[in-house]
């Protein structure tokens, strides 16, 4: 037999550069946002922006040399994008500071500069010691147990906390600034979880039962997972009064459920269960009866005097009519009037500033983001990643659908954050790590098999 010497096929250069110049398309878009913001407010470009743009600019050419370095192959598009997401957020947060009201002296484009720092960190250390996903595998049952102590961890006394009326934070006894919000790592957690459980379990779950109407019911005994996973949603909605996180976790389990087995029947049983749960909910309990009420009579004048009532929402949605189509322009309108614009509203905040227009495009990037994210899953070569791929892909979807829809009035609020935008530490590390889980599973279904150089005549091909 003739001799083979099998090497793996380098990324292209051109690849690498055209990455490099995106990245570097991303930091520049931001940076003109600085510097219109500094102009409309005070004549003058911003003193800092340099050194925010040095900043900025050095810790996603961090993140991009760990990525050539250790997941060459991946989607050249992914870091870019999130780098712009991740830094208008850094200028509308940066906005918000400058503004005299109680929102501008809460928000702090210092601390989430420092929290990027730390995502770009945790994002890198993913890549370099995480070389192969499909080992989450093995840890399912691990991950699940992880991520139902995240979850309910907040219940636990004197590590618990309670701000503005959710009970979703654990901290240091005294340590006010050490808090991290646990559900944001127990989504990740739950997602390895349900997709090594249904690879395991997805032919039972497939198998039909009793039809009703154009409807394949599953098996009575199998619908155990999908009880078990409402009766969680529906403790944290109730226990920790949390309506975002048990949308998200019940809403993920269902559809990463359908990816497995193809069956519509799941999402239909899944939506009928969580609607009822929120109406008895609704019923039994007054924090989530409120939350109903102004959903539903938002411009009522009890409602907008009420303490936690609809004036938050009414602001936001005042915010964006007043925005219209083009927006009022970076720095020229009044987003400081909105209670927690930096946190749960800063998607009504930049609607106002950039109009219609420039959400749009921001839910653009969105889409790009995930539709990236479900080509890698689709890409991948084995169950596992498919499932993981997906769940990672739809569970930013559905986040940036709850916190729009809860914004616009279209849902209920639920209190979720606006990915790589809002000011906080949590969220966004969370999501760092979640973009370095889909970096490194595009990675290894782009890159091609190891090449095999021909010896007297002959050619065999060895693949991974």
């Known amino acids: 037999m003739s001799e083979v010497d099998v090497s793996p096929v380098p990324m292209p250069a051109k690849r690498r550069g055209a990455q490099l110049l995106m990245l570097a398309l991303a930091v520049a878009i931001v940076m003109g946002a600085y510097a219109n913001v500094g102009l409309a407010l005070d004549g003058q470009v911003p003193s800092g922006m340099l050194t925010y743009g040095l900043s900025l600019g050095g810790l996603m050419l961090a993140a991009y040399l760990v990525l050539a370095k250790f997941a060459p192959w991946a989607d050249p598009l992914i870091l870019p994008l999130v780098t712009l997401v991740n830094g208008l957020g850094l200028v509308m947060i940066y906005r918000l500071s400058e503004s005299d009201s109680n929102t501008g002296k809460l928000a702090s484009p210092n601390s989430q500069l420092l929290w990027t720092l730390v995502g770009i960190v945790l994002f890198s250390l993913t890549l370099i010691f995480l070389r192969d996903h499909r080992a989450l595998q093995r840890l399912t049952y691990t991950a699940g147990a992880v991520g139902v102590f995240l979850l309910v961890s907040p219940l636990i006394p004197f590590i618990g906390r309670e701000i503005n009326g959710a009970r979703i934070w654990v901290g240091v006894p005294g340590v006010s600034a050490a808090q991290i919000q646990p559900a944001e790592f127990a989504k990740l957690a739950l997602v390895v979880f349900f997709a090594g459980y249904l690879v395991a379990k997805r032919d039972v779950l497939a198998l039909a039962g009793r039809r009703l109407l154009f409807i394949d019911l599953p098996r009575a005994r199998d619908l155990g997972p999908v009880l078990i996973i409402w009766g969680v949603s529906l403790g944290v909605l109730v ?49 989530v009866q409120q939350r109903f009420e102004v959903f539903l009579n938002p411009s009522d004048p009890e409602l907008f005097t009420r303490t936690g009532g609809s004036a938050q929402l009414m602001q936001g949605l005042f915010a ?145």
């Open 239 to 287: 226990m920790q009064k949390d309506l975002g996180s048990s949308l998200l976790l019940f809403g993920t389990f269902i559809a990463m459920l359908y990816i497995a087995t193809q069956r519509s029947s799941w999402v239909i049983i899944g939506i009928l269960l969580f609607v009822g749960g929120a109406i008895l909910a609704g019923m039994v309990f007054d924090h």
């Open 320 to 464: 964006l009519g007043s925005g219209g189509i083009l927006g009022t322009g970076l720095g020229q309108g009044h987003p400081e009037l909105i209670p927690l614009a930096f946190s749960d509203f800063i998607f009504s905040a930049t609607g106002e500033e950039l109009g219609l227009t420039g959400l749009m495009a921001l839910l653009m990037v969105y889409a790009l983001i995930v539709e990236r994210g479900l080509r890698t899953a689709l890409a991948a070569r084995d169950p596992f990643s498919k499932l993981l791929g997906g769940g990672l892909s739809f569970i930013l979807a559905w986040q940036v659908f709850i916190i729009v829809g809860g914004v616009t009035n279209l849902i209920p609020l639920t209190g979720l954050v606006t990915p790589f935008m809002s000011q906080g530490g949590s969220a966004l590390l969370a999501n760092w790590i979640l973009i370095a889980l889909l970096v490194r599973m595009s990675d290894s279904a782009r890159r091609p098999p190891p090449q095999a150089i021909q010896n007297e005549g002959m050619t065999q091909v060895f693949q991974r």
